[in-house]
């Protein structure tokens, strides 16, 4: 069995299919069922029995699924309040690495919004272009990198709102009603629709955006669960 196995990598195999499997299923159950956007899994979790696990750990902060998901209500009524975004909206995200990046994302996702992440080195035609090309809307910069959103960008932006990302903006967020907005603003989402934007490094040129779809984010943490065959105990590290 063992001489078997060196010669097909039949284990490696299987580890891939034991991801693979329940990855593609799971993608096609939220799709068929209107589950696409993956705000739905963060309510699911934090309304089941693991609602009191520790979902998220940064530094000397760590959140349970259940205050996440309290956090992204907050934050989605909070955008859509302030800044009356639509669903399909996008907000480019210039931020640093930090746990209420993933609230907002969640918050974002919660009112039918788009993320575009860019990248909070870029400065000059290179941050304005990865902004203009995803027709944002909204950009919230991170106050400790303010300074790269200088008076040429904000006169390129032109009239753009652009918000600044602060310990203020944090409080102000955080002092609203959780409010569970309806489904119809998360509504008709396919598998292939797009969740969020990336973008290439830009080393032959201007950063390229790519679109992030829905499948991808749901096979892709479904996909990992299975190959590395996780607990709920596990915690994954992740380095920026």
Known sequence: MAYLNAKT????DATILRGLVPAIY???RRESTERCNHFYRLEEVAKSKSASRVGIVFED????????????????NYFKTKFDLKPKDIVALDLMNSDHFLLILFGLWSIGVRPAFINYNLTGDALCHCVKIANSVLLLVDADVESNVDDAVRQKLEDLKIETFS?????AAMAV?????PDELRSGEKARDMAALIYTSGTTGLPKAAIISWSKVTTGGAFVKGWLNTRPSDILYTVP
């Open 26 to 28: 799971k993608s096609s």
């Open 61 to 76: 902060r760590s959140w349970t699924f259940a205050q996440m998901y309290e956090a992204a209500l907050k934050y989605g």
């Open 9 to 12: 990598a039949f284990s490696y």
């Open 167 to 171: 310990q203020d903006f944090i409080k």
């Open 177 to 181: 009603d959780p409010v569970r907005l």
